[in-house]
Each structure stands twice: as C-alpha cells, then as structure tokens.
C-alpha cells in the first residue's frame, strides 16, 4: 500500500547538531532513510527538525534537494524572522514551523498565537506541536483559534487523550506516529480519532526514533491496518497527508 511518511527526521552530521539535555544523535541520512524504507511504496514525506537542530536550515534544504518534490519540511524558527527568510524557505519546501514543548530547542509557546497567524498569512504555513496531551487543556481554547494545527505522536500520553479528541472536533490534524512513545494502546486511539474525524490522522514512521523506549517497526503499519481496515487505513497512509502537506490526493 502507498505512503506518505508524516514524520520523518534526516540527521547528517555534516550541518550543525546541537545537545539535547546532554543528548546527540547518531547519523541518519536522506540514502540511509531511503534504504530502510526501499521496500515501500512511498509517495512522499514530511522532514521535521528535531530538538538537537535548533533553528539550523541548512541540513533541512539539503535534504529536500536529495529526497525530492514530494518531501516538505517542518523547520524550527524565532518569531523574528524576517519574512523574506520565510519566503526563500518556501521556496525551498519548507511548509510548517514546529514547537518542541517537550524538549525544547524551539520557539516559545508565548510566542505561538502571533507566529502561527503570522506565517499563515504570509506563506499559508501550519504550527506542528510535540507537546504532551495532560498539557492541551491549557491550550485548548488557543489551538482553536489558529488558522492550521497538528501535533505529534498521538498525544503521547493517555492522560489528555479527551483534550486531543476535542481538537481532534476542530479539525486539528494528528500524527499516527510514535507508538514506542505513548503510554497507551495505539490501536484503539487510531480507532477513536478516525471515528471523530477520519479527515485528521496521518501516519509516519518517525525514523530514526531518536529516543524513543521502542523505536519504529514494520508492525506499526500492521496496527493501523488492522485498527482500520483498507479503504480507512488508505486516507491514513498517505490521502490525508497528502491533503495536508501537498494539497493534493
């Protein structure tokens, strides 16, 4: 089956890596990617900068160039940045603009409400949130408002899975991804989401799963399709994404 991988991390030692919580990962490249995944029909992807990126671009442009025209990317920047800087990142691929509530490295969230407008009006770009659920209650009536939201991983933790499902209501876009990081069983959270919004999931791989206590494995796409069944699992694999990053089917 065709997919859209949502969440995918490029790490290439030759541009600038910086430590997180005393944390540096290893190398995972744009051909080291691809070969993990040669046996897949994959249409497509969303390179995300992680938190021992900081606001380096130059990796992310790099790795769009090698991976193609289907790939964006998902950058981190400073609520100051001029626009011409966003624009030219545009060009380059960049669609979205990430804050890490959760390890840091990222913009902060004081500064969420006047970036996400912002770089929606200018470049019609989204906020993507890694942020644990037990925190959306407090963001819960901000999130609403923004003109284009997604959040990683699911949640991560059941504890505020009724928040997400109540975004989820708004039209906030999440990621099936991550299943070696959350607390409780993918399965049926995959179940509740597409039930309350199929329009919302979108699956991905999170390679290389830096961190994560169980790293991405080829049952991840087992559970989705066993969770949802083909014609479902199709608007989850690749047809939301799609929708979403690319603005096409």
Same mark, same amino acid.
Request: charged share 20%; hydrophobic share 40%.
């Given at each position: 089956?065709?997919?859209?991988?949502?969440?995918?991390?490029?790490?290439?030692?030759?541009?600038?890596?910086?430590?997180?919580?005393?944390?540096?990962?290893?190398?995972?490249?744009?051909?080291?990617?691809?070969s993990?995944?040669?046996?897949?029909?994959?249409?497509?992807?969303?390179?995300?900068?992680?938190?021992?990126?900081?606001? &380096?671009?130059s990796? /992310?442009?790099?790795? @769009?160039? =090698? %991976?193609?025209?289907?790939?964006?990317?998902?950058?981190? !920047?400073?609520?100051?940045?001029?626009?011409?800087?966003?624009?030219?990142?545009?060009e380059?691929?960049?669609?979205?603009?990430?804050?890490?509530?959760?390890?840091?490295?990222?913009?902060?969230?004081?500064?969420?409400?006047?970036?996400?407008?912002?770089?929606?009006?200018?470049?019609?770009?989204?906020?993507?949130?890694?942020?644990?659920?037990? &925190?959306?209650?407090? /963001?819960?009536?901000? @999130?609403? =408002? %923004?003109?284009?939201?997604?959040?990683?991983?699911?949640? !991560?933790?059941?504890?505020?899975?009724?928040?997400?499902?109540?975004?989820?209501e708004k039209?906030?876009?999440?990621?099936?991804?991550?299943?070696?990081?959350?607390?409780?069983?993918?399965?049926?959270?995959?179940?509740?989401?597409?039930?309350?919004?199929?329009?919302?999931?979108?699956?991905?791989?999170?390679?290389?799963?830096?961190?994560?206590?169980?790293?991405?494995?080829?049952?991840?796409?087992?559970?989705?399709l066993?969770?949802?069944?083909?014609?479902?699992?199709?608007?989850?694999?690749?047809?939301?994404?799609?929708?979403?990053?690319?603005?096409?089917?």
């Open positions: 089956m065709k997919f859209f991988d949502s969440h995918l991390h490029i790490i290439d030692p030759n541009f600038p890596l910086y430590e997180n919580n005393g944390y540096l990962p290893a190398a995972f490249t744009s051909s080291m990617y691809l993990q995944l040669e046996n897949h029909d994959l249409v497509g992807g969303t390179i995300v900068s992680g938190s021992f990126q900081k606001q &380096d671009q990796y /992310l442009i790099d790795a @769009l160039e =090698k %991976l193609g025209p289907n790939y964006v990317g998902v950058t981190q !920047l400073l609520a100051d940045t001029p626009d011409e800087t966003i624009l030219a990142l545009h380059a691929g960049i669609r979205a603009v990430r804050f890490n509530l959760k390890r840091g490295g990222s913009e902060d969230v004081s500064k969420l409400v006047y970036f996400a407008n912002r770089i929606h009006d200018l470049a019609q770009w989204h906020i993507e949130l890694y942020v644990d659920s037990k &925190d959306l209650d407090g /963001l819960y009536s901000t @999130l609403i =408002k %923004l003109p284009k939201v997604s959040i990683d991983h699911l949640g !991560l933790s059941k504890s505020g899975f009724k928040t997400l499902l109540k975004l989820v039209n906030v876009k999440v990621k099936a991804t991550g299943f070696g990081r959350i607390d409780f069983d993918p399965a049926s959270a995959i179940q509740d989401i597409y039930k309350t919004n199929p329009n919302s999931l979108m699956f991905g791989t999170d390679l290389p799963s830096t961190r994560a206590p169980r790293p991405f494995t080829e049952n991840d796409f087992t559970i989705v066993d969770a949802l069944g083909e014609e479902a699992a199709e608007k989850v694999f690749y047809k939301n994404a799609l929708d979403f990053y690319l603005n096409k089917q």
